[in-house]
Structures are given as structure tokens and as C-alpha cells.
């Protein structure tokens, strides 16, 4: 979908619940558009249907990009629009529930999301001690690399020295995942301390990348999709992407030729790639009688079985540990290993308002506008403000 129509449906979105009559026999399900045939998910959801013939499931797409969906949530939430149960992406948990437009759900419990989900995913969906959504589907920051070029590497240096190197470095939510993703590998916390040794010695690495030209000026404007063409266009040799881009690799010229590996770190040990994806979710005004429906629309969408249609047909990441034992697809044998050291961004109820101040502070980085040092000051100082000094 495009921005400026997404941006469209923003506009609507509040109306839209004043517009109609809404039946109350009704159970809303807002979600993304998936790629490829729709028709293995909408027998997934019909299986739903025929369970529950009490209620009529009713299904719509919402934009895809991040940022635009969470103003389309917060605007159709706020103005008492049709969204009963919705994708919410895994940063957004805290704010909805601090914010009172979704409910806890009594299952499962934060000790069942710990044992059958990935730790990150589990963690994302819990917020002062209870569980306010369930995690879909996920993404882990992964590493590719051209083995026709070099051997993958597992420690910075060895990625400064291979060269053409490919992230995502535009003012947007993508870049703070890449900026996590160096401080953790410096052996950093991910917390809302941002000011810290290992973050200025992270980002003082990642400037110098983009500097000496072992990452192309290209990457102060690129997202996902910018990096991924220029990766196989021959312009990198590594490239810090999301799972999404293994199977576009595979169709294309560099079939065969890609490795996909954890992201690296200062001593080689398997780096921290940022956890992201997505939680289904129930709103807090749903009737109590449509409650545990909504929770059987959430347990039965979530399901082993429902996962590994996902992943086997649309390749989206399954968040249940389970999905990934024996499983013949190869992307997800791969990805195993990574997801158990994938870790989250802040869990925080003001973390949207932090991406915002740290999304300009790290551009600057990037781009040679500030140095780490005086950046993350000013970031600091502005994250202290909003959150009155939490880490």
C-alpha cells in the first residue's frame, strides 16, 4: 500500500465507527495484507468461522509500514472505530495497555508465553506482569553475506575489512534497530540509557563505516528494500536485512550464493539480532460476551498449526519455539539459532516517543551532522524529559 493512500485511510479511520451501524454479532479483525495466494489463510480463518458460528468474522487489511499503522490504531482506537482484534507491533504493547485500549487477556499466562515463545516475543507482550497480547509472527535483524566474496564474518573487524557493507541508515524506526544491534554487540544494555560507553564506541564504529566508505554513502537514505536491490545488484558484499529478504535472494541472481547468519559482535560471539514483528490484540471495549471469542480468534490464529502455514506459505517467522524443531523449511532451520538471542527494543510505554527523539539523533550520526558523543547527550537529555529519568 502506498503512504500517501495509507495516510488516506488514517483520515477515515475515525470516522469510521460514527459512520455505520455497527452489528454487534460482529467480530472485527484488522490485519496487514500478506504476499502471495490469500487462499491458505482464508481457509485458516474459515476453520474459525466454523467453530464459531455464534459470530460473524469480519476481516480487514490495514497499512503495512510501521509508522503509518500505528497512527491508523491510534486514531481508529481513540475515535471508537471498528477494531476488535488487531495487529499491534511488538514496540507498541506498553503504550496500548498504559493507555487503556486494549485488554489483558486471560490466556495465556505470562509463564505459558515464556515457555512456548521466543524470550524477546514472550517479553514484548507482557507489561507490568501481565499479558496483554500474544506474538504472531516475528523478525529477527539477521546478517547476509556474498559467499561467493567472503566467508561470513562474526566479529566487526572482520566485517570493517570485507567491505560494502549495507544497513539501514534513514531517519526511521529500521535505523534504531540497527543502532540497538551495534550496541548490544559492544556489549551494551538495551535499555533507555542510551548515553553510555558502549553506545559511543558502537556508533562511533558505525559512522566511521559510512566515513571511510566501508559502507556506500547510499545507506544515510536506505531502507529494507533500498538495501536489498543494492545488495543484489552487486553494490554490497554484506547487508544487515530482515528474514523477508532470504526467500527474495533465492528467486533472484544470487540464488545459492547468500549466506544468512547472526548479525556480529565485538568478540564473535553470536550477536543480538533486534526482535520485531508482530501481537494480535483485543480491545478493551470489546462486550464482555465477545471477549472469550476474541481470545479464540487470538489462540486459534497463534496455533503450531496456524504458524507453520505462515511460515511454509507467506514466510513470516513463527514466534512458537516448537515451530522451529524439525521443520523441513530451510529459512526457518537457519533462523533458529538466531531468534533465541534475538532481544527486544525497551519495553516501555513511552519507547514510540524515544524512537522519535533517537530516529533525528542517530541520522545525525550517520550522516556526520553530530558526533556520537554530543548525539547521544542530546538524546539522553531529551529521553530524560519524557520519561522523567526511567531506564
Known sequence: ????????????????????????????????????????????????????PEIALVTRTVPSASDVLHQYLLTTLEGGGDADVFVADTIWIPELARAGWIAELPEPTGEELRQQFVAGAAASAIFENKTWAVPWWIDVGVLYTRTDRATPPRIYRELAAIGGYLFQGRQYEGLVCNAYELIWGFGGGGGLAIDTPEAREALSFLASLVRHGIAPRLVTSAAEEECRRAFESGRGTTMRNWPYAWAELQRGNLAGRVAMTAVPSRDGAPGHGCLGGWQLAMSSRLPRWKQPLAVALIRHLTSHDAQSLLARVYGRPPSRRAVYENTEIESLRLLAPIVEHAR??????????????????????VSGIRTPERALARAQRQIDRLTGGAT
Open 344 to 365: 527486544p527494543r525497551p519495553v516501555s510505554p513511552w519507547y514510540p516517543r524515544v524512537s522519535d527523539v533517537l530516529q533525528g539523533e542517530l541520522s545525525a550520526i
Open 1 to 52: 500500500m502506498r503512504r500517501r493512500d495509507a495516510l488516506r485511510m488514517i483520515g477515515a479511520a475515525g470516522a469510521l465507527g460514527c459512520a455505520r451501524t455497527r452489528d454487534t454479532r460482529e467480530l472485527v479483525f484488522l490485519h496487514q495484507p500478506l504476499w502471495g495466494d490469500r487462499g491458505p489463510f482464508d481457509r485458516l480463518l474459515d476453520e474459525f468461522r466454523r467453530a464459531h
